[in-house]
């Protein structure tokens, strides 16, 4: 809807149409929502949360029987939102994050709802019963399949050394296909299983799904043990993909708290593709609020895709809906904008530990949650998710069976 703010009374009242008040008092027998104070507020404060019912959704900062709504769903809305609560001290993971389990929505089991977007289209029919002839305009689902390659070969470009001790490893842990496959893989007498881009893109073209790369450029620590982004063949890969689908930065596991870092990747990953890097995603989806975002946003970055958790699937900011980041340090919307993803491959896997066919009907669930919202569905899986190698087995059955069903 098109909306036009005014803080004149003799305006307000002059006017015939649909209209709102967001005050301490309504001014007569508007749409009526009774403000909280969170957002006069400056800075951070330790906000006393009390979980109310709005019919049968969750809500919080009640406002009384007077006003149109119970609460008022703007404070709410910007507190999950703006993860006003990560600003809060917390206890940190092994990877200095932020978890699930210490999130309100968590705690009051509403993170596998976009409880935003489900209080919009509430809010939405109480307006229209007020005000039957207001217009409003529809948006549309939308399915978006990200993909994050922290390794873009299993055995491939590895370097001599590297596949030298990961032949032994596999000897001595008696894993003998793997020692096969990866011998088979280096005479070049078999496909590196990894290599599953051809199968992305072939599903990509044929169900008309927005496709993300986001690829990993750092250099090589413990946890970012990608082939080298020297290594041409990489760089061939990373150029072709780019002609088909979108590409971005997988900003390695040190740049949470390092600027010159993420720069040094985008540069390096730009000069390979020769277009801007706008979109990121976090290795380990780490994330220091607000200094990594302030760093992409000098960095011209325009989407991050990290919102999300690794434990647990769901809504981290409550909504299915891209926003622009608020930075509560300087108070003021940014240029950033943040595109929430629901569940990851591994989330489902390895912490969950879920088979296919269990982790096949937690996304079809999620992905219900967005189409009765008309809200945007991100998925985030890696190249070797459809490997079908070891812990992988089903999963690229279980892809193709979610991109295909998404029209039903």
């Not at 969170?38 to 006393?48: A, H």
């Amino acid at each position: 809807m098109q909306v036009r703010f005014t803080t004149s009374v003799e305006e307000f009242v002059a006017h015939s149409g649909p209209k709102l008040t967001y005050s301490r008092a309504a001014l007569g027998n508007e749409f009526f929502i009774k403000s909280h104070d969170l957002l006069f507020e400056q800075g951070i404060n330790d906000i006393e949360i009390k979980i109310e019912q709005w019919d049968e959704l969750p809500c919080f900062f009640g406002t009384g029987k007077k006003a149109s709504i119970p609460f008022d769903i703007f404070a709410a809305s910007f507190y999950l939102q703006s993860r006003y609560e990560e600003y809060l001290p917390y206890v940190q993971d092994v990877h200095e994050r932020f978890t699930a389990t210490d999130s309100l929505a968590y705690k009051h089991q509403f993170l596998d709802k976009p409880l935003i977007d489900v209080w919009a289209l509430k809010f939405l029919e109480l307006f229209k019963e007020k005000f039957p002839n207001c217009v409003q305009g529809k948006r549309k689902f939308e399915f978006i399949s990200t993909f994050d390659i922290d390794n873009v070969f299993a055995y491939r470009h590895k370097g001599f050394i590297r596949n030298i001790g990961g032949f032994f490893r596999d000897l001595f842990r008696f894993q003998f296909r793997n020692l096969v496959t990866r011998v088979m893989v280096l005479l070049g007498l078999s496909k590196d299983p990894y290599d599953t881009y051809e199968m992305i893109l072939s599903l990509s073209k044929k169900y008309q799904i927005k496709t993300i790369f986001f690829f990993l450029v750092g250099d090589y620590t413990t946890y970012d043990t990608n082939v080298s982004s020297s290594n041409t063949k990489y760089k061939s890969l990373i150029k072709s993909i780019a002609d088909y689908v979108d590409v971005g930065l997988h900003p390695s596991y040190f740049t949470m708290k390092n600027a010159e870092k993420i720069k040094k990747e985008k540069q390096r990953l730009e000069q390979i593709v020769n277009i801007p890097i706008i979109k990121t995603r976090q290795h380990y989806l780490r994330i220091k609020l607000p200094e990594t975002y302030q760093y992409l946003i000098d960095l011209e970055v325009a989407e991050d895709y990290s919102m999300g958790y690794a434990k647990h699937y769901g809504f981290r900011a409550s909504t299915c809906t891209p926003f622009y980041f608020y930075d509560l340090d300087f108070e003021i919307q940014t240029p950033l904008k943040i595109v929430p993803f629901a569940v990851m491959d591994t989330t489902l896997n390895d912490y969950l530990n879920y088979v296919p066919v269990v982790a096949k009907s937690k996304i079809e669930k999620l992905i219900d949650e967005v189409k009765a919202v008309s809200g945007t569905f991100v998925l985030l899986f890696h190249n070797e998710t459809l490997s079908e190698t070891d812990r992988w087995k089903g999963w690229s059955k279980m892809y193709k069976e979610i991109v295909s069903d998404l029209d039903d």
